[in-house]
């Protein structure tokens, strides 16, 4: 070890410092490549996250819109109440039929009192842009204020889903000569009725707070009862999920011995936090309604099925945020006489609340997500009715967020895509809140020891 | 008497009787709460517990058990066939259910009175006109037998109601006098009550345990039954997959198992190299406030539910693959295929390798590093060849944690993937999976006693073996790392 001096191998005599030879070159530039693999990667990660989000918020804003078409007319007493006593039950006698046929003549009236269309357009032309569902609108309207009879009322009316579709842009003059729902006379008079305010594309509550209609019918189909139904599984899921995974994390952490049985235990939730969610499914399906007979489509399947799966994501928080409480505090609480339960709740649960917080939040903004499992316990049924209040209207069918979104894509009428997009903004709008919400909760009461 | 109103009693009768032993232990001692063994809450606390707790659980147990007392005798006032499956059954329950429900509906409104429900018995068919007369929904056709199903339905319904309640808060009468009773100065009050709620606690972690078990039985039960109607052999190594009710199907696993791999292998290959880039850039080189930007970002994509990612690959990736490579290609003509579904998935889980990746990354020991630096080496190599292969072990961990997610993925295969079961080597084709097999075999009308059906347990409980084995080789893996460096 002494011929410290020889001569740097493979350098040529004379060659500067400052110069970069040609491995050094070669060593830096692959250097440089690499970090553009990690920029890169990142950029495509990114990209993907934004053309996702692209992709469903172009798509679903539209289905917030929704083109009415609105007009005055007078609702004609000998039709819709024969019998001229204004008695609800009554006139419930009078059909969903009888109305459009009211409704239709009134609106014909209307356009052509506006003189928008040549005398030569036939009436079915100017009727065949009223959604069917308009005149059940009507029905509904009349039967809770039977004095709007013999009246002139303002008229909102749902328009057919292709004019809708035609004000968006996803039906055009071409694709109407070939639709059998739709006749380019019709998109003509829309036009002109749009020009003369007697249609307008405007928002749309309707879609939030309506239920689902027919396939035939898009433009009245709305988010009702889906969000009625997850609701409830959420609640279901709170009441549940969070005491039994809190118990769950409190034995496992403070108290469990160290044994066989306790390592079954943690070995278990482990893994059912990796379960594929189908499996849930299966299990809900055999055990909640095949054993138990508990009704299909039922919140309360959906709520048990996703308690299931969330208790495993609330006790890996909560277990994380005890774990994290020092053991000073315990120690403490012990030396001036606490019993173990008493530490525990007195002292170390209370400064784990906002990390058990922060988990439940995340762990039910997950199971407000999942959609497989809820296919196999019934909830894909089309549901028109909202469920009673809770506690019983657990047990009443109803569709959820997610799986309304399924439900919309697996329909024939392109406009069903425009509102499983707008769905998804509900729903991740939903997520957002939870999300910022649990963030804001760390932030603010988050400790370090 | 609904559940609601007899939870609210119980609760009230627990808390009287909180409030009674509080009250009842302080008196006894004639004011001198010292004498007492415990503090006077813990006595009020042991009432409370042994009045509502055993009320609750015989609350629990008879709500599962209710419903299946109530189909069994209405299906025997049906007379419903020996063989009726479990779902007919349930649909003659619901009919009967819903008659009761439009009848109860008409009397309360006055519409139809006790007496004339018998009148009906003898014409059933006039029932629903009469009741579509006063706008109360029957879509049932009513039948002499499913009236008679309906009225034992209700009678049997308001009879079990009635003693549901009186059973139950029976109980809590009973728990809360019995708790009181025993309330005496001497009586070690916080250690019952301590021991009380430890049993709940171990309760509940039970739960986990009885999860698996319940998903293990729930399919092991059917597959069984399964297997007693279609050979095993055929279902592991046949190479056909088609379904037909009404004939003999052929219910091969191979070609959902290769369109399951295969659309796997495909988002592993989009999302591990993405992946481990992403984190070696944020874990080795990134600035501190680039990684607080970009790492809660990529996080978002684990966040987003999977119909999401479903839907943007039916309505954005399917026809973009399509239009701009599958079909100037010729490679085929769907929006639907395994490319579609396995980029997709491939975004999803690219959150899950890169996050791993990073923890185990910064696991590794900084004197690696500095050792390698020190050297002469670049960062890159110092990666390459000290941090990569020291972290390799917990990223082959990340990558098995991800192969099981990708596949148990149901909702992105539904919807991107297709429906067409074969085998293939062409991406742009459709071909399906596990999970889409079990989705479609199991909802819309379904017959419990059909190998049609039925495969769908043994396709979940082969699912179930897949992902827990990798799992638990991807844990002990992890595990076993981690516990090398600290």
Redesign the interface.
Known sequence: MTDISASPAGKSKGSSLLELDSRTRR??A??R???I??????A???A??L??LV??FS?GSSAFRQTFATFDMTLPAEQLDPEGNRDP?EM??VTTIGYQNVLRAGLVAAVRDAGIVPDGVADADITGILSPEAAADLRNRVLANPDLIGTTVDIDALVHGRIDGYFKGRVTMESAVRDANITPERLQIAEAMVENGLMSTRFNWGFVTKPDASDQRPEAAGLGVALLGSLYMMLVVLVLAV???V??S???EE??PKNRF?D??EV?????A??????????G???FI???????SAPIVGGLVLT?MT??TI?ISTRASLRAVPPSIRDAALGVGA?R?QSVFHHVLPLAMPGILTGTIIGL??A?????PL??I?M?AFVRDYPDA???GLFDPASAL?VQ??NW?QRADPAF?ER??GA?IV??AF?LVM?AIAIILRRRFERRW | M???WITLIVLAIAAIAYGVSRRKAIEETKGDVRRLHSLPSYYGWFSFISSAVPAFLVLLVWL?IQ??II?NRVNDALQLPEDAT?VQG?AA??DARAVSVALDEALSRGVLQQGDIAQFAADPASLGPALR???IELSVIVTPQLLDAARVYSSTVSMLNTLMAIVVIGIAIVGAGYAIRRITPDFRA?NVV?RM??L??????????L??I??VL??V??TVNFFRQYPWTEFFFSFTWAPVFQGISQLGLLPLLWGTLYISAIALAVAV??????A???AE?ASKSVRSV?KP??E??A??????????A???VGPLLRDWIAQPLGLGSSGSSVATAGLVMG?MI??FI?SLSDDIINAVPQSLRDGSLGLGA????T??QVVLPAALPGIVGAVL?AA??A?????IV??GAGAAARISGNPFEAMTTI?VK??SQ??GDTD?NSPETLV??AL?LT??VI??TL??FA?YIVRKYREQYE
């Open positions: 060593r830096n692959a250097e490549r690499f970090q693999y990690g920029i890169v990667a990142i495509i990660a990114l993907a996250l053309m996702l992709s469903i798509g039950a419930a006698r005491p039994i995974g118990a769950a409190i034995y496992l108290f469990a306790t079954v235990i278990n939730i482990s893994n059912l990796a379960v594929p969610s189908i499996v849930f499914g299966i299990l399906l055999a055990i095949n054993f138990a007979h508990l009704p299909q299931l208790v495993p006790i019993s339960m903004a997950q407000l997500g999942e959609t497989a296919l196999l019934g894909v809770p506690p019983e997610p979104v399924y894509t895509v499983a997009s998804i729903l991740l997520l999300n | 609904s559940v609601l599962v419903p299946m189909g479990i349930m329950t619901r007369d006063a706008d916080r301590e709620v430890m709940l606690l171990i309760g509940a972690s039970v739960i986990a345990i999860t698996t319940a998903i729930s399919m039960f059917e190299p993405i992946g481990l880039f992403s070696i850039y944020l080189y970009a970002l990529i978002i994509l966040g987003i539910p999977t119909i999401v990612y479903g839907l943007f039916l309505i954005t975004i690219i959150p890169s670049t960062r890159s190599e990666i390459r944690l099981s997610r596949i148990g993925e149901t909702m539904v919807l999970t079990i989705v199991l909802t419990f769908a347990f979940g699912l179930f992902t827990l799992n638990i844990l």
